[in-house]
């Protein structure tokens, strides 16, 4: 029913509700790392930094509640602090409900109003705990002095400077091009340059030599087919090419009449096209609008009673609002004095084992007999104490009485022989 109840909110609000927390996450991040959080939780701590989908509830990822719970405290702490809020950094064993239900206090104390139940942040993750967090986030950067400012882009450069460094890469592109071409040619040159000194060796010799008329007609001596192979062989040898510059001003001059030409043939056959549809796109519209018209008359009645009943929606959803409004005040209240009934639950059910245990009973009796067996102690001890002042009382006495006897001894009487 939760399932179903989570997924009817999430159609009511729009199809891009359920990747709301993805960028509630992704912003806070980038919060957290403008407020140095590295620096004062997460070394402090000594934890891992937040991916970017961290506190994101989602079926397809990886969820710790516990550990998750316990970052968006610590986290949510520090935030807290930063805010100008004096809160005491929760422990890892304190009770989720006080320490959630402390959290929510300190964010309505800071002007955010709250329409959700604090159960909603048990799970340590989802869009509410995004939400507080960011919430805490921006009022940390307000505490700090820090704005967001409109991004400054650079001026951009005249496109004369593009089209120049344009023309330079290519003109270097197209010398390298030629640098290679002529060295290729040079080669080609190199190994099909005939013998110039060679050929006129023999016709300054032939010239030296006195002219003599031959005797009968020449006659080639070489087969025919063989003749072919060699000319077919050295015919691509004696093809002159001649490279054209294209850096050339008549080159351009010569390609921009032949586009120009081009442009104008094609504009004249399209032309015709282009007036044809112009005209049937022209009859078209004409015929939509007045059919609009028509549509427009026909259904004038239904488009009344359709403005009044979405009238009416808007001021049910209105109601609705309202409504709901006073629904989760009153939801929220009920969930404090629920969590204030289960501590006093707690509170008695401590006190009522206290009160049934018998471990303190126990420990009095067993005072009780420790202090008798200490009392007979003293007593032994009291009795040797007072005999041996008896017995020393005595002995003073006797030796008084000695002494006394001592000294009332009368002296012997004096002789005759004295």
């Known amino acids: 029913m939760a399932e179903e109840g989570r997924r009817g909110e999430e159609e009511d609000r729009g199809p891009g509700a359920a990747h709301r927390g993805f960028v509630l996450m992704e912003e806070l991040v980038e919060k957290l790392k403008l407020l140095n959080y590295e620096e004062e939780v997460l070394v402090k701590h000594n934890m891992k930094s937040l991916s970017r989908h961290y ?7 990886a969820s710790n509640p516990g550990e998750q719970f316990y970052m968006f405290t610590i986290i949510a702490a520090w935030l807290i602090n930063v805010a100008g809020r004096p809160f005491t950094e929760p422990q890892e064993y304190d009770e989720p409900n006080a320490t959630v239900s402390n959290i929510l206090a300190e964010l309505r104390a ?49 496109e004369e400077d593009g089209v120049m460094d344009d023309d330079a890469e290519l003109t270097l592109s197209r010398v390298e091009e030629e640098m290679i071409e002529e060295a290729d040619d040079e080669e080609e040159e190199e190994e099909n340059m005939m013998d110039l000194e060679a050929l006129k060796l023999p016709s300054s010799h032939a010239q030296s030599e006195p002219s003599s008329k031959p005797d009968r007609i020449l006659e080639s001596t070489v087969d025919a087919a063989e003749w072919r192979l060699e000319v077919e062989r050295v015919l691509p040898q004696l093809r002159v090419t001649i490279r054209t510059d294209n850096k050339d001003w008549r080159i351009h001059l010569d390609q921009m009449h032949q586009h120009r030409d081009g442009i104008t043939s094609s504009l004249r056959d399209t032309r015709s096209y282009l007036d044809k549809l112009q005209e049937d796109m022209g009859k078209t519209l004409e015929k939509v609008g007045s059919r609009e018209k028509y549509i427009n008359k026909q259904l004038e009645q239904l488009i009344q009673e359709y403005r009044s009943a979405q009238a009416k929606l808007s001021q049910a959803k209105e109601r609705y609002k309202q409504a709901s409004g006073g629904v989760t005040e009153r939801s929220r209240v009920l969930a404090e004095i629920s969590e204030e009934l289960e501590k006093v639950k707690q509170e008695m059910e401590d006190k009522g084992s206290s009160m049934c245990d018998g471990a303190p009973l126990v420990k009095i009796k067993q005072s009780l007999t420790k202090l008798k067996q200490e009392m007979v102690q003293m007593d032994v001890r009291i009795g040797v104490v007072q005999h041996t002042l008896l017995q020393a009382k005595l002995k003073e006495k006797s030796n008084m009485t000695r002494d006394m006897h001592a000294t009332n001894i009368p002296e012997p009487a004096a002789g005759p022989l004295a």
Do not use: I, M
């Open 110 to 158: 800071l002007g955010v109003q709250v329409d959700f139940p604090p159960s909603r942040l048990k799970s340590g993750s989802g869009e509410h705990v995004c939400l507080v967090l960011d919430h805490l986030a921006e009022e940390a950067l307000k505490r700090r002095g820090f704005t967001f400012t409109r991004p400054k882009y650079p001026a951009e450069k005249p």
């Open 55 to 61: 506190f994101v509830s989602s079926p397809y990822l």
